[in-house]
């Protein structure tokens, strides 16, 4: 025992230590980054002088609390705000009396002096207890040097300007202290008049509200003030309000940051020592209650966090970013946690290939941090994670999304790392060749279409095999009866040892092109010992079956796969789009899905052992997708399943989007079917592995993304018209959650070209036409998956096809939806752009959503039009049937390289 254990350690040793080596490093590089983008800024010190600032704003709120309550402030939270703002400054700001009876005498007791504030809003009789309160606090204590009545009243039109006259008046008549009311410069310049019932002038100077930028602002704040001296010569001048915000809304020019806040105010402390200034800062502390009347950089202008913490030093290098020494660390712990398992489970994998996932996960590790510390520093509340938890699942999937992406592209994009290929395998020399029963099941299909299939069926080249035709469903006695008439005409004709050939017509039968399978199924030949499954518009190579069959000489090979492949796309653009964008699933997914024994049965081109077939219980008649249904429940009974990526039958493209997007959401519809009746197979105890799971639930993921990319969609637009009408209310960091959406978007437009040059072999034009049409189905793979995961009872509608390369039914059929979700999206862009004209409030991050959503819905409408074009008229190698199949290949290829006969394409057909 001890020496088995011996051997396993020693086998595991090599490959731990290569994947710890792999993330330490990518880890220290993603600690070299942080570091590299928070290098300190430069900024002034403070003042040597004992305490640092002339005076701060205050308001005594704490993290959970609202001025707007009316609750008087507790004496023992007061005294100690005032133990910590005796360390900075010896002058104290208020904004109300009321509430806060007990400040002067704790002010007095910490050497503060108090600027008593009388907050008045236009009630007569809650002014006049404020009023009262403030004469109160300025007649019993000395700590009270001045008074300032009334906050910004003029600006708020809060306060008739006479009725604010006649109160400073009032309360000037009533004590010695000297009195002032304080508003914004500009107020002070338009009401010049005011000067005159006032001891001192209060002004306001908060650059970002002017959309200064921050390097600008300390100059213009001092221009403003020179412009206040100016005009009231012989008046001493207070600034009541200067600051700068350490988060929120970007303004103009203003961006709110943690370093922008600390550079500005040492910047002006500095400048305000030498000046010899009067002023207060905006303000000691955080108040988060102020989101709701000023947006969502009202709680950040503190000097202090809600919780009376620093948020810079007012001596040494000003950090770019306070707290990143944490943040890195974390997410580099982070990254560890997740790049260790993955790199030992990819340990087959080349080195390339594992870096690239190891940089994936650490990138997904250090957005994580970003995340969760941006909510944070938003001192969210109920209605805040409402806001954030459905954004912060959309931000989950869409890093799912990227790292499966990479994941797939780590596999396949480096030579070598497949090693379950799987070539072309006839049967051995003497081997009796298996009767074979092929199913052909069509409904409401172009005769002359189903025709040319039958024709290409009994011409393969096997000795053992027959055809059922079953047609169900079909009303139109034109389309059915051409069919039968040929089938007869074959069997009369035919020849002996032809292939048997049957025609069963169902014209009300339940189960959809299953339930028509399960009819063939249990009409079959005794002997069959295979079933065939071919979609009407496939002709296929006389070598189909000839080409596979020796991979069911392993008993527990249940399905060989080939291909779907297409013809007859090249004249028409949409048809050319849409062929390359089958090809990249066929070319790359089955390849990566094929590594773990996990790839997608399709209902064309596909060989199932017939015993496993009936063992199974046949083909599940209540799925739409009941080929990719049958082959997780074969996977679920251990059974093999091959893909051998021969190009040895080809089909018709859609007609035109339309076509093409009913198909996809039914696709999807059918997905999602799948997923809730094996849930527990593939989230529970069963026999797949962890990689068939993987497999399936990764493969789904991406649609599932399209669909709550939908509600984010509807999300975005409704929020923005909150941030146009309520902008209290509606405001988180938009710009942070639409990043992830970008950089997936980024990662596709980055991946897919490099494999699609690597797997798929058609140029850029061709690739970024397969990426076209992939992003213009997005709303229609979101609608299935809805629907799916709704339990909405499926419909199978057949796919219309391409028969003659003509154009489709016009280029508005089908997109209504994304039409008028375009219109409702470019529709709040304009009113945020045209918001930020007006107001300089600005939305870069609603207005990167919004435009990101846009996408889908441009493409899509793209595709459809595409779609009305009429075809081209070009000479094609396709016509000519000795071009249509592949030679077969000539020599092994070596591990995870392309065998020469893969480099066979259905595009290799393209116009000469």
């Known amino acids: 025992?001890?020496?088995?254990?011996?051997?396993?350690?020693?086998?595991?040793?090599?490959?731990?230590a290569q994947a710890g080596g792999i993330a330490l490093g990518v880890a220290l590089l993603g600690l070299a980054a942080w570091a590299g983008l928070n290098r300190p800024l430069g900024a002034p010190d403070a003042p040597d002088?004992?305490?640092?600032?002339?005076?701060?704003?205050?308001?005594?709120?704490?993290?959970?609390?609202?001025?707007?309550?009316?609750?008087?402030?507790?004496?023992?939270?007061?005294?100690?705000?005032?133990?910590?703002?005796?360390?900075?400054?010896?002058?104290?700001?208020?904004?109300?009396?009321?509430?806060?009876?007990?400040?002067?005498?704790?002010?007095?007791?910490?050497?503060?002096?108090?600027?008593?504030?009388?907050?008045?809003?236009?009630?007569?009789?809650?002014?006049?207890?404020?009023?009262?309160?403030?004469l109160n606090a300025a007649l019993r204590h000395t700590a009270v040097e001045r008074v300032i009545v009334g906050n910004e009243t003029q600006l708020r039109r809060s306060l008739p300007p006479a009725q604010l006259r006649r109160q400073l008046d009032r309360v000037r008549a009533s004590i010695d202290q000297p009195v002032s009311t304080a508003e914004p410069w500009h107020i002070w310049l338009a009401q010049p008049e005011l000067a005159a019932h006032v001891d001192f002038i209060t002004v306001h100077l908060l650059p970002y509200w002017e959309g200064v930028p921050a390097d600008r602002a300390v100059a213009v704040a001092l221009q403003r003030l020179a412009q206040i001296r100016a005009r009231f010569p012989g008046k001493p001048v207070v600034i009541g309000e200067i600051g700068w915000p350490s988060a929120g809304e970007r303004r103009g020019a203003a961006l709110p940051s943690p370093a922008a806040q600390a550079v500005f105010v040492r910047e002006f402390i500095a400048r305000a020592a030498s000046l010899g200034l009067d002023y207060h800062l905006m303000e000691a502390i955080d108040q988060p209650w102020k989101r709701a009347l000023e947006g969502s950089v009202g709680p950040h202008w503190g000097l202090l966090d809600a919780d009376r913490q620093p948020k810079f030093a007012l001596r040494g290098p000003v950090e770019a970013r306070p707290g990143w020494r944490g943040e890195a660390l974390l997410s580099a712990a982070l990254g560890l946690?997740?790049?260790?398992?993955?790199?030992?489970?990819?340990?087959?994998?080349?080195?390339?290939?594992?870096?690239?996932?190891?940089?994936?996960?650490?990138?997904?590790?250090?957005?994580?941090?970003?995340?969760?510390?941006?909510?944070l520093a938003q001192y969210p509340g109920a209605r805040e994670l409402a806001l954030w938890l459905p954004l912060a699942l959309v931000m989950g999937i869409s890093a799912l999304i990227g790292l499966s992406q990479l994941f797939e592209f780590a596999e396949t994009y480096w030579p070598g790392s497949l090693r379950r290929t799987a070539r072309e395998q006839p049967l051995r020399a003497g081997e009796l060749a298996p009767f074979v029963s092929i199913h052909l099941a069509c409904c409401n299909e172009p005769p002359a279409m189903v025709i040319a299939t039958l024709d290409s069926l009994m011409?393969?080249?096997?000795?053992?095999?027959?055809?059922?035709?079953?047609?169900?469903?079909?009303?139109?006695?034109a389309r059915w009866r051409p069919v039968r008439a040929h089938v007869e005409r074959l069997r009369r004709e035919r020849p002996a040892g032809a292939p048997a050939l049957r025609f069963i017509r169902l014209p009300r039968w339940p189960g959809f092109k299953a339930g028509a399978l399960n009819v063939a199924l249990a009409r079959s030949d005794p002997r069959a010992a295979w079933i065939g499954v071919v979609d009407a518009d496939y002709q296929v190579s006389p070598r189909w079956l000839a080409a596979l069959a020796g991979h069911f000489s392993d008993p527990a090979c249940a399905v060989v796969q080939s291909p779907q492949a297409h013809r007859d796309w090249a004249a028409q653009p949409l048809q050319r789009m849409m062929n390359w964008e089958y090809e990249g699933f066929f070319r790359v997914g089955?390849?990566?899905?094929?590594?773990?024994?996990?790839?997608?049965?399709?209902?064309?081109?596909?060989?199932?052992?017939?015993?496993?077939?009936?063992?199974?219980?046949?083909?599940?008649?209540?799925?739409?997708?009941?080929?990719?249904?049958?082959?997780?429940?074969?996977?679920?009974?251990?059974?093999?399943?091959?893909?051998?990526?021969?190009?040895?039958?080809?089909?018709?493209?859609?007609?035109?989007?339309?076509?093409?997007r009913r198909q996809r959401q039914r696709w999807a519809?059918?997905?999602?079917?799948i997923l809730r009746r094996h849930r527990d197979a593939l989230l529970g105890r069963s026999p797949l592995t962890v990689g068939q799971r993987y497999h399936f639930l990764a493969g789904w993921l991406p649609w599932i993304g399209d669909a709550l990319?939908?509600?984010?969609?509807?999300?975005?637009?409704?929020?923005?018209?909150?941030?146009?009408?309520?902008?209290?209310?509606?405001?988180?960091?938009?710009?942070?959650?639409?990043?992830?959406?970008?950089?997936?978007?980024?990662?596709?437009?980055?991946?897919?070209?490099?494999?699609?040059?690597?797997?798929?072999?058609?140029?850029?034009?061709?690739?970024?036409?397969?990426?076209?049409?992939?992003?213009?189905?997005?709303?229609?793979?979101?609608?299935?998956?809805?629907?799916?995961?709704?339990?909405?009872?499926?419909?199978?509608?057949?796919?219309?096809?391409?028969?003659?390369?003509?154009?489709?039914r016009g280029p508005d059929r089908g997109v209504r939806e994304e039409r008028m979700l375009l219109a409702g999206l470019l529709a709040c862009l304009l009113g945020l752009l045209i918001d930020t004209l007006d107001s300089g409030r600005r939305h870069d991050g609603w207005m990167l959503l919004l435009a990101l959503q846009c996408l889908p819905c441009l493409a899509a409408l793209a595709c459809a039009r595409l779609g009305a074009l009429p075809p081209a008229t070009l000479t094609s190698r396709s016509a000519s049937p000795a071009a249509r199949w592949p030679a077969p290949p000539v020599a092994p290829a070596a591990p995870g390289r392309p065998l020469p006969g893969e480099r066979f394409r259905s595009g290799d057909r393209r116009p000469t």
Not at 75 to 91: E, F, H, I, K, V
Not at 354 to 366: D, E, I
Not at 669 to 673: D, E, H, K, Y
């Open 590 to 660: 089955m390849h990566h899905r094929h590594e773990r024994n996990a790839i997608i049965q399709h209902g064309t081109m596909s060989l199932v052992r017939a015993s496993a077939l009936r063992e199974a219980g046949g083909w599940a008649a209540d799925c739409l997708c009941e080929d990719s249904e049958l082959g997780l429940r074969l996977l679920q009974r251990g059974a093999r399943l091959v893909y051998v990526d021969s190009v040895l039958g080809s089909g018709l493209v859609p007609q035109d989007f339309e076509a093409c």
């Open 709 to 808: 990319n939908l509600g984010l969609t509807l999300a975005a637009m409704v929020s923005a018209v909150g941030v146009l009408a309520a902008p209290g209310w509606v405001g988180p960091p938009m710009l942070l959650f639409a990043l992830p959406l970008a950089a997936v978007l980024g990662v596709r437009l980055l991946l897919a070209p490099l494999l699609y040059q690597r797997r798929v072999g058609c140029g850029l034009a061709d690739t970024a036409g397969a990426a076209l049409v992939g992003l213009g189905l997005s709303h229609a793979i979101a609608r299935g998956v809805i629907a799916g995961l709704a339990g909405r009872r499926g419909v199978f509608e057949v796919t219309r096809k391409a028969v003659t390369g003509d154009a489709g």
């Open 49 to 134: 002088a004992p305490l640092p600032l002339a005076g701060v704003a205050y308001s005594p709120q704490h993290r959970w609390d609202d001025a707007r309550d009316g609750r008087p402030a507790e004496p023992a939270a007061l005294a100690a705000d005032m133990a910590t703002l005796s360390r900075l400054t010896r002058r104290v700001r208020t904004y109300g009396a009321q509430g806060l009876e007990a400040l002067p005498a704790i002010a007095q007791r910490h050497g503060l002096r108090l600027t008593l504030g009388a907050w008045l809003d236009g009630d007569p009789q809650a002014d006049e207890r404020e009023i009262a309160a403030a």
């Open 669 to 673: 519809q059918g997905a999602m079917q």
């Open 1 to 16: 025992m001890k020496i088995a254990r011996g051997r396993v350690l020693r086998a595991w040793l090599p490959v731990l």
């Open 459 to 477: 011409a393969l080249d096997w000795p053992a095999y027959e055809v059922i035709v079953v047609d169900n469903n079909t009303r139109d006695p």
């Open 337 to 375: 946690a997740l790049m260790l398992p993955v790199l030992i489970a990819t340990r087959r994998l080349r080195l390339p290939g594992r870096l690239c996932l190891a940089a994936g996960a650490q990138a997904v590790a250090a957005f994580a941090v970003l995340a969760v510390s941006a909510l």
